[in-house]
């Protein structure tokens, strides 16, 4: 909820509205002020649509009479037992939703170059001047090419690892986002097994 789908939406729909307007040129509109994203601005205004959404959940699960929110920290003390900071639970199925958390690659040098996981894009306030992103799926090219790449009149380029393009993700998932960055030369395929280093100017992979 916080880190998933609902605020990377938010975040490309901010996207897409800049893309369009850094491209209003081509349809004959002609922006000589020129625009800027104020990165505060969007990141607050995904805040805002997370917790709103939150909150209806929270309080449509508080109003089923079937349901009842325990808070606390649970662990199993048998096959069928629960116990949520002493409170003793029991249930003939438990369904485990813990979320899940960003798989970082084994990639040489990486931890000491220093590196952005999908998780900490959603909060990031300071636009990075070149993104590398490592992975072509729906998180990959679905949500942060296409953000990072908008969210400027500077274009970043991206650079994508190809063994990891579109790994379980169909072309029409991460299509038309790919043959953006593509049309405005943002995209680009790196060969052989990576490997990252620290520089005075920033990190390199």
Do not use: W
């Not at 975040?11 to 922006?31: M, T």
């Not at 729906?138 to 090419?145: M, P």
């Not at 043959?179 to 100017?201: F, K, M, N, V």
């Amino acid at each position: 909820m916080n880190t998933g789908c609902i605020p990377t939406k938010a975040l490309v729909r901010s996207a897409e509205i800049a893309h369009i307007v850094r491209s209003a040129r081509r349809f004959g509109v002609n922006l000589e002020a020129g625009f800027e994203v104020d990165l505060d601005a969007v990141m607050d205004r995904k805040e805002r649509i997370v917790g709103k959404i939150i909150e209806r959940m929270e309080s449509g699960m508080r109003a089923n009479p079937r349901l009842t929110i325990i808070r606390g920290e649970a662990r199993f003390v048998g096959p069928t037992e629960l116990s949520v900071d002493g409170t003793p639970l029991q249930a003939k199925r438990v369904i485990i939703a813990t979320g899940s958390r960003p798989s970082v690659p084994p990639i040489p040098g990486l931890a000491a170059a220093g590196y952005l996981t999908s998780d900490d894009m959603v909060y990031l306030r300071r636009q990075p001047s070149r993104l590398v992103v490592i992975g072509g799926g729906a998180v990959g090219l679905g949500h942060r090419c296409d953000e990072r790449r908008s969210h400027d009149g500077r274009v970043p380029r991206l650079d994508v690892h190809p063994p990891h393009v579109h790994r379980g993700c169909p072309i029409g998932g991460g299509g038309r986002l790919v043959e953006r960055a593509a049309e405005d030369d943002t995209l680009s395929a790196c060969a052989g097994p990576p490997r990252a280093a620290r520089r005075a100017r920033g990190a390199m992979l």
